[in-house]
Nanobody, 120 residues
Framework: QVQLVESGGGLVQAGGSLRLSCAAS????????IGWYRQAPGKQRDLVAR???????TYADSVKGRFTISRDNAKNTAYLQMNDLKSTDTAVYYC??????????????WGQGTQVTVSS
């Protein structure tokens, strides 16, 4: 019932910045934890950052100090501010969320992904 839609990806030069957005929609729900994952060609899908309903944040070591995750509960949206981008950040970035739906149903959802390409 709930859909996650990512936006904000694109092509950026090394050292530049992008901000990704993940908007949840589709009825009556509330977002528990929400986060970002990425997958480069030939690689596993790995955690980038995740934020709980209480604001507790986890980052991958590779992005600490450069990326910032945040959420706007009123807008049912999460963000990933990416600064000082490196070529190794090139990947498809996916939004993932645990969402409470009616009758105390907790479901996990993935977005479709958005491409981030960092060039020199």
């Amino acid at each position: 019932q709930v859909q996650l839609v990512e936006s904000g990806g694109g092509l950026v030069q090394a050292g530049g910045s992008l901000r990704l957005s993940c908007a949840a929609s589709g009825g009556t729900f509330s977002i528990n934890a929400i986060g970002w994952y990425r997958q480069a060609p030939g690689k596993q899908r790995d955690l980038v950052a995740r934020i709980s309903s209480g604001g507790r944040i986890t980052y991958a070591d590779s992005v600490k100090g450069r990326f910032t995750i945040s959420r706007d509960n009123a807008k049912n949206t999460a963000y990933l501010q990416m600064n000082d981008l490196k070529s190794t950040d090139t990947a498809v970035y996916y939004c993932n969320a645990d969402i409470w739906e009616p009758r105390n149903l907790l479901r996990n959802y993935w977005g479709q992904g958005t491409q981030v390409t960092v060039s020199s």
